[in-house]
């Protein structure tokens, strides 16, 4: 045991001799009557691992797994609803679209302009023709670009930037129907050289944070606002956050609708915004500062998306804003806060018509439809022979083709393809590897430096080519590829996968927003923050895709190729958008002119159908103006501009084009090629941040070791150190600190300190106010020296322990590229270890007085001047970073259950075990007194106490290893730990209850104390990283941290009256008697056990909304409805023959196979009736630890009903 007694009382304490004959007796070792009471001891020890473990286990089967998906997943299959019907439909009158890329079509079909970026350029194309209803197009003239086609108008628009006014010329053009069918299109060009002064000829200028980029911004919003009101259309339709500020310019307000193609971009400013800042803007976009602050404005920086928000909240209660597709739509409210305040969030499947499908592969279905020979696969096989000698691969026809076909960019995952393919080369030899396309920023040139010298290498010739440039491709190659790899970060829908599904190649990807609707091998993200995690993810999906039964992965082809986007389903989709904006549509009042009315009745609406003719109309002119996906992706090479040289009054973003040479450098460095491109790219931020400071002792702060900044080490022993350093100075005060007054005035000063400390952090200057806090700790130590009474006392500790908040909200402020899952893990490592250090008070009781007076100059010294003068020196993040507001926004969300459910249990846990806390205390008391009676005057000697604080030290290194080394099921562990495991504290109370006046067990309740306490630096670490990962943001951090340090201080506070007056009368006859250690521990166990329960069936709770909430494994709940149809089944025969395959087909039935050979799993789906319950559909689990599932969808066909 480590509890060791050497110390006897000379003179009896206050106790008879029963007690001290009790004592002798007790000296000796265990006696056998007490091994029941060990036995039973340990098995509760074991439930309080066993339970999260279980639970955890389960988890990490479950994400992972790849999911075969064998047939196309549409919106009708997961919701059971109705086919809808052939027909279109369309509504009258005139829309307003404005974005800035765009394709102009002659009426020969051929393109007269072409800006296009990504998917918005396709879809602002495919407008032209599947539009449902006349619209106004409105674009920017671009440079080198040639719009003498469109007629230069009389009139202008003016715009004023600040306050000169600029005059813009117009230009209209209109694209007649050719029959009643299809939409006329009026195009409207505004131009201005603001708008053409393109250093590099691309279509966005970067940084953000540039003056040019602003006023490029808001020439563009203005013109498009005074076009809205001068052409007065029906309804206006902004696409993405490019034309969002248009709406801020709108005297006669009207209905808007929104549609997100990419909602991780919003037109962010990183940089927190001050007031002068906002003054500057007003004059930049001619809006007032005050009302720019309000509307734009998101966690106090820049947001363009923001003012489209508030404006459909203000007029149409929230509703017309939309995504490309159902499961994007409920991923990007989850995650982007900006979307929060929405009730909803309307997902609309982009349409893919059939006139996408290329010419050679028409001419393929011809013949095969002509001869009645399905000999599809064979002509793959022809194509694969073929394409293989001209990218010179080896000729295999049992090979596996993959292919990443585009631009390589972050948001595309390039990274991990580059850190897999060499895996992949070694593990599959039958694996072949194409890569075409042109990097597209820094982690594309990460991956084509990677690439190419891997290839290079000669190891992998005949398997992989390698071209990180702009490559024309044939139609033949998508013939020829069995797989295409789509490992993205985000997918708003997708066209890539729809149109190499086409040509009968699967998708190999991520399980995410737009993702899965092809048939092909997808994995569950389960920590999407790291990148060793998608790295692993990836791995299985391609493991799978390669081992896959090739007759399995024919009728998987023959699926994808009858997958089908019609156009009528997106038109009857955005009818019904356009309506709900114009129903719930309220004029109110112009901001630019208040109290006026509407001056201009706007066009009335309804909605038509599109007859079959006009369908065909509809097709003719998309056969007139098809254009690849692929090939927009190409069209133009560079997508981002310079601007122009302006001053600069913000602190500039850093781009890819000042990141290049530093990841050039680094890319050529041999210690660093292990590294992955997310470290690579942190070690580049972080010296191109450095270069630009001229401070000497500013950049030597700035360095790293071992991977951590040298500022934040230094805030991290600050923020660490606020526990010892208060033990420390008021070590005189020691006996005091242990009174239920002294309890009473701490928890009381500390509901109000936290709120003074986080209201300073809105107004001081960051460093200044971490230097600040650092000194006040010296005001213990005045209050020590003086002399003072219990409430005093409490009053300064709590004031100055609050402040050591400060250290946490300001830290790790000098990483710019950090996942959420690394920083969550660095904080919950610091509130761990702060609190561990708060046992470090025990030591001090066996220091000598003239020892501690050196220690309290050290802590001086180490803990109060330094980090005072260290922030003196704080890099620039450290001097502009304010809490912005204190997100009233986010805790109203989670108040209504709309946000936040996560955080709401996790506080109703910490409120409920902060009642129970000072059992704590009771126990501590009734534990010495065991001690007492066995005749020891100092039970917790230097030994004990140091156990005490070791202990959580060590559960906090083992299980902080094991989250750092087992990416794959960190998220699975926090979620177990944090939500079900038990009570730590409960356990020492089972056992103090078990063994009540049993006073020969001191030793072993030592023992299970020691255990509960590695089990409660486990729950610490895991609940506190839980919550980091749930909140995703630095200010709702500091506004939730700040909220639950209230509640446990209040929680605190009735815990020390709760059990004062319940317990506190027993505790002075602790020595008297032994049947008082009975009593005190049952009336202590009795009073906790209620809040304790209370905390673990909350957090439990929090449990099943997890993955709903946080960040790395945001899964919505339409994803979760898809999964639902993946429950295993056990059929009679274990080995599924073709023809029962075609039986089961023909019935409708969903199957699932798993990656044994013996164990085939089918189940039912009706078309058109919802599925039935998930337990009437559950039947017993297939055995083994099957870690695939592969999912083959409903193959016949519905009958349309009427609409």
Known sequence: ALHTRTTH?????????????????????????????????????????????????????????????????????????????????????????????????????????????????????????????????????????????????????????????????????????????LPQVTYIFVDHPILQQR?????????????????????????????????????????????????????????????????????????????????????????????????????????????????????????????????????????????????????????????????????????????GNDDFIARKLKAKASQQKEFKLNVDPSAKMFVFLGRWVKQKGMDYIADVTEWMMKTHPKAQLLMIGPPGDCYGRYSAAKLNRLAAGGQYDGRLFVAAKFMSVSEELKLACDFCLMPSRDEPFGYVDIEFGWYGALTVGAFRGGLGKIPGFYYQISNGDSSANMRSALKMAISAAMTCEQRVVDGMIAEARKSSFPQSQWQHEMCDLYEIAMNSFTPGESHLSPGSERKVKRQETHRVWITSTHSEAIQARAESIRMSRIETVFSEKQSVAAPRSHPEFLRQDVTDDDLQGYLDRHLADPSERNFTCDEIMKLCNLECERDKVEDGTIRYLMKEWHGIVLFDISTCAAFVSGPIVSAVFTKKLLPQCTTSEFDLALSLTKV??????????????????????????????????????????????????????????????????EDIARLSFQMGILITISRAFSFVPEFLYYIPDGLSYAFQCVCAVLFVLMPALVALKAPPCYRQSNMPDWQFGFLRYSLLGSRGRVLLCFLGWSFAASIASNSNTFMLTWRKSLDRFQGYEDPYNMRYTMATVTTPCLGLVFFGLVLWKFPDYTMPLLRAFSCFMLPTAALRLLVMFVLQTRTDAANLFDVMALISYLAEAMQTIAFNIASVAVLANRWRFVAYFCVSSLVISGGNAISTVLFGGVVGDRCSKLTEDTASLGDVAYKTFLVALAPYILAFLVCARAYFLFDREAVPTLLSSRAARMMEFMVPLRPENPILADDRLESVKKTSTRMVETTTQDEIVAFSHSAVVPPAPIEARRPATPSGGAGLMRLFWRSSKVEPSSP
Not at 242 to 253: D, F, G, I, R, T
Not at 261 to 278: D, M, R
Not at 791 to 800: E, K, N, R, T
Request: overall charge negative; charged content about 15%.
């Open 752 to 817: 109000f300190s936290c709120i003074l400390w986080t209201m300073l952090s809105r107004y001081i200057q960051p460093n200044l106010l971490m230097s600040f806090a650092a000194l006040s700790r010296l005001l213990p130590l005045l209050v020590a020296y003086l002399g003072a009474s219990e409430w005093a006392v409490g009053l300064c500790i709590g004031l100055v322990s609050a402040g050591d908040l400060v250290f946490l909200y300001f830290n790790f402020m000098c990483i710019i590229v």
């Open 199 to 371: 250093p590099d000829g691309g279509i966005y200028l970067a940084p953000q944070s540039a003056r040019a980029t602003l006023i490029f911004w808001s020439v563009w919003n203005q013109a498009v606002g005074k076009l809205i009101d001068r052409l007065n259309p029906v309804v206006y339709h902004c696409p993405d956050f490019h034309s969002a500020m248009a709406v801020l310019y709108l005297e006669n307000p009207l209905p808007v609708i929104g549609i997100l193609h990419n909602a991780e971009y919003q037109g962010v400013i990183g940089q927190q915004l001050l007031k002068l800042h906002f003054k500057k803007l007003g004059e930049i976009f001619n809006v007032a500062a005050d009302r720019l602050e309000k509307d734009i404005c998101v966690d106090g920086q820049f947001n363009m998306l923001k003012p489209l928000v508030q404006y459909v909240l203000r007029h149409q209660r929230g509703y017309g804003i939309a995504a490309v597709s159902k499961n994007y739509a409920l991923e990007a409210q989850q995650k982007h806060n900006v979307l929060w305040p929405l009730p909803e969030v309307r997902g609309i499947e982009n349409c893919m018509i059939e006139s996408e499908r290329g010419p050679m592969l028409k001419q393929i279905l011809k013949e095969m439809a002509e001869s």
């Open 9 to 181: 009382v000379n003179q009896p304490c206050s106790c008879d001799e029963e007690m001290n004959a009790t004592a002798d007796a007790g000296s000796s070792s265990y006696d056998a009557d007490l091994v029941p009471y060990a036995m039973a001891c340990f098995g509760l020890a074991l439930l309080w691992f066993i339970l999260p473990s279980l639970v955890a286990l389960r988890d990490a089967r479950t994400f992972r797994k790849v999911l075969e998906a064998g047939s196309s997943i549409t919106p009708i299959q997961i919701e059971g609803l109705s086919q809808l019907a052939v027909e279109g439909c369309k509504i009258t009158g005139t829309a307003l679209v404005a974005s800035i890329e765009h394709i102009v079509f002659g009426p020969d079909g051929k393109p007269l302009v072409k800006v296009v970026a990504g998917g918005l350029g396709k879809v602002s194309g495919l407008l032209a023709t599947i539009h449902p209803g006349d619209f106004i197009a409105v674009h920017p003239c671009m440079p080198e670009k040639d719009y003498s086609f469109a007629a230069l108008q009389t009139w202008t628009v003016d715009v004023v930037v600040e306050g000169h006014k600029h005059k813009c010329d117009i230009r209209k053009y209109v694209l007649e129907p050719e029959s009643d069918g």
